[in-house]
Every structure is written in C-alpha cells, then in structure tokens.
C-alpha cells in the first residue's frame, strides 16, 4: 500500500527494519545514547545550537507535541493570541481551553492567508498578549503560511511564537533564529518520515527557566528536557519509535536534509499536478501559496470522496479526505514518505480508471 495521506507515511526498508531493534530498557545507558542522538540530530535538521536549544522527545502523536508546547510555555496570567485559518489552528485554541489559558483568536476562513497587519493589531490591542500561536503548514488545505512575516510582527513586539511545525518540519525552510520562534512542535512520521509514537518539541533553554507550576505531568516539557539533559527519562518511552527516529533522521542527513526532500516533494507533487490537471481537475490553492508537502484538490465533478478513495485503495492507494466542510469538496494527496517518481506514474494511471469506472470524462 502506498500512503498518500499526510502521516503516517510509507516507511523505507531501512526505517521499517530499524524498529525490530534490540530490546531495550529505558534507564539503561543505551537508551541514553539513542535518545542523545535523537535530539543532537534533530537540531541539527536546522542547524540549532545545542547550548541555546532543547529537542525534548515525548511519547505521543504530534498533538501530545503541540499541547505540552502550549501547557509548558504559557504561564499563568499570560495570554496566548492563536491564529486559525484551518482544523490545526483551531485545535490549538481548544488545547488552550482545555488548559484554562486565555486565548483570544485571530481567524480566518479556511484556506485564507493570515494577514500580518490583523496580527499586529491584535497586539496592539491587548498587551496582556505574550505569545501568538500559529500553523506553520496548514495540512486542511495545504496553505504554507508565512512564518517569517508573522515572526517580524512578534519579534518587533518582543511577543513569543509558538509554532505547529507537525507537517513542515523536515521538508520545509524554518529559520527559527530568524523568525524569533520560541519553540516549534513536530512529530517523526510525517516529513522525517519515522514511524508514529515519537514526536517533540523544539524549544529555546532560556524558555524552560520559567517556574510557574505544571499545567499537566505528563506533558510537562522542563521535566523530560531536564530528564532529558541528563540522559534520562521521566516516564517509559516509545523505544521502537525512537530506533525508527534515529535511523530516519540518518537517512535524511544521507540524503541531503530538508533542502533534498523538499527537492524531491516538489517533484513529486509536480507530477500529480500535471497529472490531475490534465485529467481536468482544479487544485483548491495555487500552487505559490503551497506546502511541498500536500495539495488539495477539488473533487472530481459528479463524484463522491468514498467513491474515489475506495476505487484508489483497491489499486493500492491511500489518499485523504477533507476535513469539515471541506470534506465534500476536496481529496488531499501527500508527497511525504518513502515514495519515488514510478509510485506517482502507476498512481495517476489508477486515478484515470476510477475516474473511467465511474464515466468521469
Ligand atoms: C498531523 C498534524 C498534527 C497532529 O496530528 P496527530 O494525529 O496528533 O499526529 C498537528 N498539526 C498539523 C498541522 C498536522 O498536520
């Protein structure tokens, strides 16, 4: 089967392989030396300085990320400003409210580009505002959204940015220096293409200092990044999906990091394009306001979501449907994971038989 659907992703032999690892029991020095390369290649992905930046590994989907980013770095009284313009902005403001944090929203329709100056002036209107939140890659409709533009608004203000990095990070270009970025949340089995079970938080050290008490125990970010830094752990970790980490982040670094796998998204998605377009379909986005990493596309006239999903799976094809109100409209087709030109050609091949099985012209 392949997995066009954005995480899990189609693992490589060599990642699929690594999670047969050894046995192993997370307080013993070997578990410490894995997990220790885990972070040191995970910052590495960007170029981060170990002494300014913590990868904190948790046991989790990506929103475990995403939430202990939240939990851990709002402290009591501040207010947290998220922007939504899909399902994962939105899930941000209910991580806040399941928190008690107060977290005025900045929205826009799905789909829609977020508006700096509207960012600005949401700060310039409530100084109790310390941190904003926002998608990096908004997977709903796969709009890239202009981090750098957001971060120059934050940094002028000297406000946090918390970032939901789950499906940019590994493929994408993330300049977290730049941008003033606070922490960045990701996840192994999406651009990284790991396996699920393991996913993180990047976060500055100096953010970690605060000592406001926990929100939550588990999802307590100073207490694994201080575990952490000690070769430890708090609780029991996912140790497959760390073997299966570690080998994905090797096979990435072989390959040429995030500016090779971008490389190769783009080709990839090129290619559905090309091959969607001429079989007349229309992307919900252009092309420029695109991740690398998904596109979605409107349905084929006189079709439904099923009808087109369950014609592609019995082919050998996984492809994902809208979220809702979009999930009438649109499909979504990911280029993340272990996939190759060939996977696309016998995919575009099978799309044009559904499409003839159900006398879409
Ligand atoms: C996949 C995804 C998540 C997390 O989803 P999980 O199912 O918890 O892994 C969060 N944000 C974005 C933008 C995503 O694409």
Same mark, same amino acid.
């Given at each position: 089967?392949?997995?066009?659907?954005?995480?899990?992703?189609?693992?490589?032999?060599? $990642?699929?392989?690594?999670?047969?690892?050894?046995?192993?029991?997370?307080?013993?020095?070997?578990?410490?030396?894995?997990?220790?390369?885990?972070?040191?290649?995970?910052?590495?992905?960007?170029?981060? #300085?170990?002494?300014?930046?913590?990868?904190?590994?948790?046991?989790?989907?990506?929103?475990?990320?995403?939430?202990?980013?939240?939990?851990?770095?709002?402290?009591?009284?501040?207010?947290?400003? $998220?922007?939504?313009?899909?399902?994962?902005?939105?899930?941000?403001?209910?991580?806040?409210?399941?928190?008690?944090?107060? #977290?005025?929203?900045?929205?826009?329709?799905?789909?829609?580009?977020?508006?700096?100056?509207?960012?600005?002036?949401?700060?310039?209107?409530?100084?109790?505002?310390?941190?904003?939140?926002?998608?990096?890659?908004?997977?709903?409709?796969?709009?890239?959204?202009?981090?750098?533009?957001?971060?120059?608004?934050?940094?002028?203000?000297?406000?946090?940015?918390?970032?939901?990095?789950?499906?940019?990070?590994?493929?994408?270009?993330?300049?977290?220096?730049?941008?003033?970025?606070?922490?960045?949340?990701?996840?192994?089995?999406?651009?990284?293409?790991?396996?699920?079970?393991?996913?993180?938080?990047?976060?500055?050290?100096?953010?970690?200092?605060?000592?406001?008490?926990?929100?939550?125990?588990?999802?307590?970010?100073?207490?694994?990044?201080?575990?952490?830094?000690?070769?430890?752990?708090?609780?029991?970790?996912?140790?497959?999906?760390?073997?299966?980490?570690?080998?994905?982040?090797?096979?990435?670094?072989?390959?040429?990091?995030?500016?090779?796998?971008?490389?190769?998204?783009?080709?990839?998605?090129?290619?559905?394009?090309?091959?969607?377009? #001429?079989?007349?379909?229309?992307?919900?986005?252009?092309?420029?306001?695109?991740?690398?990493?998904?596109?979605?596309?409107?349905?084929?006239?006189?079709?439904?979501?099923?009808?087109?999903?369950?014609?592609?799976?019995?082919?050998?094809?996984?492809?994902?449907?809208?979220?809702?109100?979009?999930?009438?409209?649109?499909?979504?087709?990911?280029?993340?994971?272990?996939?190759?030109?060939?996977?696309?050609?016998?995919?575009?091949?099978?799309?044009?038989?559904?499409?003839?099985?159900?006398? $879409?012209?």
């Amino acid at each position: 089967m392949i997995l066009l659907n954005p995480g899990p992703v189609t693992l490589s032999e060599r $990642v699929r392989r690594a999670l047969a690892g050894p046995d192993m029991c997370h307080r013993e020095p070997e578990f410490a030396a894995l997990q220790g390369e885990i972070r040191a290649r995970l910052l590495g992905v960007y170029a981060l #300085a170990p002494a300014e930046w913590s990868a904190v590994l948790l046991t989790g989907s990506g929103t475990a990320a995403v939430e202990a980013m939240i939990a851990t770095l709002m402290a009591p009284g501040e207010k947290l400003l $998220v922007i939504e313009n899909g399902a994962y902005g939105e899930r941000m403001s209910r991580i806040a409210a399941a928190h008690g944090i107060d #977290a005025p929203r900045l929205s826009f329709a799905w789909g829609e580009p977020v508006d700096p100056g509207a960012v600005e002036r949401a700060l310039e209107q409530d100084a109790a505002i310390r941190r904003v939140a926002v998608v990096h890659h908004e997977t709903t409709t796969g709009r890239l959204n202009d981090l750098g533009a957001v971060g120059a608004v934050c940094r002028a203000r000297d406000v946090g940015l918390l970032v939901d990095g789950v499906s940019s990070f590994g493929a994408e270009a993330l300049s977290p220096e730049r941008d003033g970025v606070t922490a960045i949340a990701a996840t192994a089995n999406k651009c990284l293409h790991g396996a699920p079970g393991v996913c993180f938080v990047i976060v500055r050290r100096a953010e970690l200092a605060g000592e406001h008490p926990p929100r939550s125990l588990y999802l307590d970010l100073r207490a694994y990044a201080e575990e952490q830094d000690r070769g430890g752990t708090p609780f029991t970790q996912a140790v497959p999906a760390f073997y299966g980490l570690a080998e994905a982040l090797r096979e990435l670094a072989d390959e040429g990091g995030w500016q090779a796998r971008r490389s190769r998204y783009r080709e990839l998605a090129g290619a559905v394009a090309a091959g969607l377009e #001429a079989s007349d379909l229309r992307a919900l986005l252009p092309e420029a306001a695109s991740s690398c990493v998904l596109r979605a596309w409107h349905l084929p006239p006189g079709m439904d979501y099923a009808a087109l999903h369950d014609g592609l799976k019995a082919r050998g094809f996984v492809i994902y449907a809208g979220q809702g109100t979009l999930a009438q409209r649109i499909f979504r087709i990911s280029t993340m994971g272990a996939i190759v030109r060939s996977d696309i050609d016998r995919f575009l091949t099978a799309f044009r038989e559904v499409l003839e099985e159900h006398g $879409v012209t």
